[in-house]
């Protein structure tokens, strides 16, 4: 690993300086992709609840609560099933558990103790159907997406799907059903993080491939193949756009800025393809940082 061992990067007991008990945790529990998670949630249940006109605050309150824990508590879970390859990848090598600044077994009942009481949360405080999506996160990240890292470039699939189901709990304790509300903000999370993870992954291919990590950036060093994929599925971002307008859930007006949207993720991903450099990338990454809120703000004020 860019000619240092392994075990200097993750046999250290000593924390790095400024690395305290509040950055690791933050680490642990994998903080803005958590937030994350929360976000998506959160317009998911302001879209239904607007559809219904059902929003409560203290529902609000409780969906937030319950989500943020389940999501905590998978990131620690993740971080446990990965630490040899985190410690083998100069950009993760520094985490709280191949650092060996916090125990397995102490993320081990902080993941199994946050998953738990944010499922039963949601399940005792917003409905059933709202744990049973947090439920169904948790496990498709953690027993499908994770463990097909090592054995199958198809893994980005499994967890983009992963990735496409906490809207939905939002959207299922807002008394969403099953529509093609739902379906879209299922598609509109799941293609928007392909281009997303394409990016990191060929920005960090060698990285992934020390990892031990099977990714379709692997040996895509002129980035081909990556770029192809980028520019295919930014695609289906032009496209999303309709569906809440055909169900009749979200104005007709949504399709300028929801296609306007998608039109320059592909602008991204054309120009990644015709220059296939990491300032491309990079730039191909930040954009799909950009576009996801901005996408979900114009849904919100679109939305019947």
Do not use: C
């Amino acid at each position: 690993m860019a000619g240092k061992e392994v075990t200097e990067q993750a046999a250290s007991t000593e924390s790095p300086p400024g690395v305290g008990l509040r950055e690791d945790l933050i680490a642990l529990t994998k903080a803005r992709l958590s937030a994350l998670v929360v976000m998506t949630t959160l317009f998911g249940y302001l879209l239904a609840a607007r559809s219904h006109d059902s929003f409560s605050w203290w529902t609000l309150t409780h969906i937030i609560l319950g989500t943020l824990l389940t999501a905590f508590g998978a990131a620690a879970f993740n971080q446990v099933m990965e630490i040899e390859a985190d410690a083998r990848m100069e950009r993760t090598s520094g985490r709280p558990l191949p650092a060996r600044r916090v125990s397995t077994a102490a993320a081990f009942v902080m993941g199994w103790l946050l998953s738990a009481f944010g499922v039963v949360h949601l399940a005792m405080k917003v409905d059933f159907g709202a744990a049973a999506f947090a439920a169904a996160t948790l496990l498709t990240y953690l027993f499908i997406y994770t463990p097909m890292k090592t054995r199958t470039s198809w893994n980005t699939v499994l967890g983009a799907v992963a990735g496409a189901l906490p809207p939905l709990i939002g959207w299922t304790a807002g008394g969403g059903g099953l529509t093609l509300g739902g379906a879209y903000l299922f598609a509109l999370l799941f293609f928007w993080q392909m281009p997303h993870f394409l990016a990191i992954n060929w920005m960090y291919r060698d990285q992934y491939v020390n990892g031990g990590f099977v990714m379709w950036s692997n040996d895509d060093d002129d980035g081909s193949k990556t770029s192809r994929l980028a520019i295919q599925f930014s695609v289906f971002t032009l496209l999303i756009p309709i569906m809440p307008v055909v169900s009749a859930e979200a104005s007709w007006w949504f399709l300028i800025p929801g296609v306007a949207l998608g039109g320059v993720m592909m602008k991204y991903a054309l120009e990644f393809r015709k220059i296939r450099t990491r300032e491309k990338a990079r730039a191909l990454f930040f954009y799909t940082l950009a576009y996801l809120p901005l996408v979900l703000i114009f849904s919100l004020i679109a939305w019947k």
